[in-house]
C-alpha cells in the first residue's frame, strides 16, 4: 500500500512527463478496445445476418452436396419424405434446391446458381413473398450486386439456360421481380432466386431438394435419412476463421501500438533509475530495503497503465459509446470476396473486452517496469547516496 | 549497550577491491560514542570519514573487526534489520541535501513517518512540529527547487529529526552553504541535540562544524590520530 501511494505521490509530482506516458498509454488503450469492438461488432452482424439470411437454425444437405465441389452439385438432391414434408408445414424446415445454370444479361454468359424456395417460407428473411406468379411467367429475385453486376433492373427479363436431370439443356426466360439488399454476399453474388415448384419442373425434380433450412427455434429436429445435419459451428466456420485472421492481423497493430507505449515507459523506467539514484539511496537511507525501492518503481511504472485507464475512461467512454451509436461505414466493395459484412459495422463492447485489455495493458507494464527496475537491487547504496553510479 | 553509549567500534577495517588487490579505508578504529554526544568526524578528503560514518548508518558492512550501533553488529545484519535500524533508529543529513524533487517541503519531512507506517493525524502532528524546529512551516508547500541552499538543509534536517532517531547522522552538512547558513544550521542542530538529546554524528572538514563540536574524532589516512571532548564552557 505503502509503495501505491508514495508512487502515485512521486507520479503527480513528476507531471508533464508523467501525463504524457500516461497519454500515450491511453490512445492504446482506446484504440485497442475500438478494435476489437469493431472485430466483435463485425463477428456478431455477420453471424446475426448470415443466421438470418441464409443458414436459420442450420441445415440438412443432401448427402452429396459439397458447395465447394461444382461437379457434385447436379448430383446433390433427392426427394423429401413425408416427414420432411410435414416438418415443412409446420414451418419448422424450408426446403431449396440447387442446380448450376447460365444466365445471358445483354447477350453475356454468366455462371449463375439457380435456387428454388417456397415463395411462403417464413424462416428466412429473402424476400421470396415476391416470388408469388399466378402466371407462367419465371418471377426471379435477386440481390443488388448480382444485379448491379449485371445490369439488371425490377422488370427486365433476362434468359437463364440449365440442364435437367436427364442432362439435355433447356432455356428460358425470368422476370426479376425484386431486387434485395442483404449483408450477406452468398445469397447474393450470382444467385438466382426462383418458385422452388418452377425450378422442381423446369429440371424435372419434382419433390425434390438440396438443402433444408431449420428454423432457428427448430434447429435440430431429429436424423433424417440421407440428408446431414449441419449446425451453426460448422456452418459458420468461414466466418470464425475469417474474424480470427482478421483479429490475427489486428494484433500486429497492437502490437506496433503496445511496443510505442512500452517503449516509452521503459524509457522512463530507466533514465529515471539513471537521474534518480539519489533518491533511491535516499530511500534506502530512511529505511527502505533495496527490494521496497524495486517494488516502488515497478508500481510507479505501472501505475501509468492505471492512470491511462482512468484518462481512457474519460475521452474514450464518450468517444467509444458515439462511434457505437453513429457505427463505421465500410468503403464500397468491402465484401467483394464472399464475407458477410455490413455497410456499417457497429462496434460491439463488452465488460470482458475492457477488462481483458485492460489487465493486459496493466501486466505488460508491469514486466516493462519491474526489468529496468531489477537494476536497483544491484546498486551500491553509499554510491546511490552520492549520485556516483554510471 | 554500556553506560549509555549507543556506539561501539572495535578494531573496525574496511577495505575496497582495487584491481587486484585492495585499498584500506579503514585501519584499526576504535571507539564508543555515548548518548547526547554532538561528535565529528574529522579530517582531509580520503581519511576515512564518510566510510565510518555509512557504517555506523548502516549503508555499509565492515570488512573486519566489529561496529555495534545500538546493540546491533552492523555486520551480521540482514537486509531487512539494517533497513529497519535506519528506519527507526537513524536520521541523515548528506552534503546535497538529497530532498525528493517532487515532493513538496511538507511531504519530503514526511516520507520517513510514511516508511514507519504512521497513523496521518500523529505524522501531521509530528511534520509539524519538525517544520517548527527548523522555521520552515511558511514554505511547507514549497518544492526543493523553490528553496535556498540553507532551507533545503533545513528541510533535511527536519527529515532527519522528525522520526525523532537516536543518532543523527551528518555527512558535510555545510559543503554547499555560506557562512551564514552554515552558522544557521549548526545552532539550529545543536539546539535540538540539547533540548532532545539525540547524538549528533558529523564527517567535516570544514572549520565552522568543527567549532560547534563538542568531541573531535581525527582521522587520517584511515585510523583515529586524536580523540578529544572539546570544553564549550
Known amino acids: 500500500m505503502l509503495a501505491f501511494k508514495l508512487a502515485y505521490r512521486n507520479l503527480m509530482g513528476a507531471r508533464l512527463r508523467t501525463w504524457l506516458n500516461v497519454f500515450v498509454l491511453s490512445l492504446s488503450f482506446v484504440v485497442i478496445i475500438w478494435f476489437k469492438g469493431v472485430i466483435n461488432g463485425w463477428d456478431l452482424q455477420a453471424r446475426r445476418d448470415t443466421i438470418d439470411w441464409q443458414i436459420g437454425g442450420g441445415q440438412y444437405w443432401q448427402e452429396n452436396y459439397d458447395p465447394y465441389d461444382p461437379f457434385s452439385i447436379d448430383d446433390s438432391h433427392a426427394p423429401m419424405s413425408d416427414a420432411v414434408l410435414d416438418a415443412i408445414k409446420q414451418e419448422k424446415l424450408t426446403p431449396m434446391l440447387i442446380s448450376q445454370a447460365t444466365m445471358y444479361p445483354e447477350g453475356r454468359i454468366q455462371s449463375i446458381s439457380l435456387r428454388g424456395v417456397n ?4 424462416i428466412l428473411e429473402l424476400p421470396t413473398a415476391y416470388l408469388v406468379s399466378e402466371n407462367d ?6 440481390g443488388e450486386r448480382t444485379a448491379r453486376n449485371n445490369k439488371l433492373t425490377v422488370g427486365d427479363y433476362v434468359t437463364i ?88 492481423g489486428g494484433s500486429v497493430y497492437f502490437v506496433i501500438l503496445m511496443s510505442l507505449a512500452m517503449l516509452a515507459i521503459f524509457d522512463t523506467q530507466v533514465l529515471s533509475i539513471f537521474r534518480r539514484q539519489k533518491e533511491i539511496g535516499t530511500h534506502i537511507a530512511l529505511g527502505m530495503t533495496q527490494g521496497q525501492v524495486v517494488t516502488l518503481f515497478t508500481v510507479e511504472g505501472a501505475m501509468h497503465s492505471i492512470l491511462a485507464a482512468i484518462l481512457a475512461a474519460i475521452y474514450g467512454i464518450p468517444l467509444l459509446a458515439y462511434q457505437a451509436s453513429v457505427g463505421w461505414t465500410m468503403p464500397a466493395g468491402t465484401d467483394d470476396f464472399g464475407l458477410a459484412i455490413a455497410e456499417t459495422i457497429y462496434p460491439a463492447y463488452s465488460l470482458g ?27 551500491n547504496p553509499t554510491d546511490a547516496i552520492r549520485g556516483k553510479i554510471q | 549497550m554500556k553506560n549509555g553509549q549507543l556506539i561501539t567500534i572495535q578494531n573496525l577495517v574496511k577495505d575496497y577491491p582495487v584491481g587486484r588487490g585492495y585499498f584500506r579505508a579503514l585501519n584499526d578504529i576504535n571507539l564508543t560514542i555515548g548518548k547526547g554526544e554532538f561528535a565529528g568526524l574529522v579530517g582531509p578528503s580520503g581519511s576515512g570519514k564518510t566510510t565510518l560514518l555509512n557504517i555506523i548508518g548502516s549503508l555499509d558492512v565492515p570488512t573486519g573487526g566489529e561496529a555495534n550501533v545500538l546493540g546491533q553488529s552492523i555486520g551480521s545484519l540482514s537486509t531487512r534489520q539494517s533497513a529497519n535500524l535506519r528506519n527507526h533508529h537513524l536520521g541523515f543529513i548528506f552534503q546535497t541535501y538529497n530532498l525528493l ?19 496521518k493525524d500523529e505524522r501531521h502532528n509530528l511534520v509539524d512540529q519538525a517544520l517548527d524546529w527548523v522555521g520552515l ?8 527547487a523553490q528553496l535556498s541552499g540553507g532551507e533545503c538543509q533545513r528541510v533535511s534536517i527536519a527529515r532527519a529529526m522528525v522520526k525523532s532517531p537516536r543518532i543523527v547522522l551528518a555527512d558535510e552538512p555545510t559543503a554547499n552553504l555560506d557562512a551564514k547558513n552554515s552558522h544557521n544550521i549548526l545552532q539550529t542542530m545543536e539546539k535540538l541535540n540539547q533540548e532532545l538529546k539525540t547524538t549528533f554524528i558529523f564527517a567535516t572538514h570544514d572549520d565552522k562544524v568543527i567549532q560547534y563540536l563538542h568531541r573531535k574524532i581525527s582521522l587520517d589516512d584511515g585510523r583515529v590520530v586524536n580523540d578529544e571532548l572539546i570544553d564549550k564552557q
Not at chain 1, 360 to 378: D, F, G, N, Q
Not at chain 2, 137 to 144: A, V
Request: glycine fraction near 4%.
Open chain 1, 161 to 248: 439456360r440449365w440442364r435437367d436431370v436427364n442432362g439435355t439443356f433447356d432455356a428460358d426466360e425470368v422476370k426479376i421481380v425484386h431486387i434485395f439488399k442483404t449483408d450477406v454476399p452468398p445469397v447474393d453474388l450470382g444467385v438466382v432466386w426462383i418458385p422452388l415448384e418452377k425450378h422442381q419442373k423446369m429440371v424435372q425434380m419434382p419433390n425434390e431438394a438440396t438443402i433444408l433450412t431449420s428454423s432457428k427455434e427448430a434447429g435440430f429436429i431429429g436424423p433424417i435419412p440421407d440428408w446431414e445435419f449441419k449446425n451453426h459451428y460448422f456452418l459458420l466456420t468461414e466466418i470464425r476463421e475469417m474474424i480470427e485472421v482478421k483479429s490475427i
Open chain 2, 137 to 144: 512551516q511558511d514554505k511547507r508547500k514549497s518544492r526543493p
Open chain 2, 101 to 119: 524533487p517532487v515532493y513538496n517541503v511538507f511531504e519530503n519531512v514526511e516520507l520517513p513517518l510514511l516508511l514507519l507506517k504512521m497513523a
Open chain 1, 119 to 122: 415463395p411462403d417460407q417464413k
Open chain 1, 353 to 379: 473486452l475492457v477488462v481483458g485489455s485492460t489487465l493486459i495493458v496493466l501486466i505488460t507494464t508491469t514486466i516493462v517496469s519491474y526489468i529496468p527496475a531489477r537494476r536497483i537491487s544491484k546498486m
Open chain 1, 137 to 142: 411467367e419465371i418471377p426471379a429475385i435477386i
